[in-house]
Nanobody
Framework: DVQLVESGGGSVEAGRSLRLFCAAS????????MIWARQDPGKDRKGVAA???????TFYSENIRPRFTISRVNKTTAYLQMNDLAPGDTSRYIC????????????????????WGQGTQVTVS
């Protein structure tokens, strides 16, 4: 089993930056995609960005770039660099792992997610 642990969230003023971290522990297996999603109260989770562990290809939901950038240093880590933050970015950001990355109708896909992290809160004033 895989467990995901996030960190790096916080409260910042608009225009500032944050860098979120996600680390996976346990056997990754065929979960080749690491994903950042956001969870807003009363709404479905929405994919933000994803990175393919095999080659490092990146995927973004619409209106994410260029302010946010997903990256990795190895197969078991994923970073989300968040620049020029705005109040609309306020959310709980959750790391997830899936067998593959996908973008459907302008959104990073979450249907195949097999494990979720606990999330880290980002608040922009």
């Amino acid at each position: 089993d895989v467990q995901l642990v996030e960190s790096g969230g916080g409260s910042v003023e608009a225009g500032r930056s944050l860098r979120l971290f996600c680390a996976a522990s346990g056997y990754i297996g065929n979960m080749n995609c690491m994903i950042w999603a956001r969870q807003d109260p009363g709404k479905d989770r929405k994919g933000v960005a994803a990175i393919d562990a095999s080659g490092g290809a990146t995927f973004y939901s619409e209106n994410i770039r260029p302010r946010f950038t997903i990256s990795r240093v190895n197969k078991t880590t994923a970073y989300l660099q968040m620049n020029d933050l705005a109040p609309g970015d306020t959310s709980r950001y959750i790391c997830a792992a899936a067998p593959r990355c996908s973008v459907v109708a302008g959104l990073v896909g979450l249907a195949d997610v097999r494990v979720w992290g606990q999330g880290t809160q980002v608040t922009v004033s």
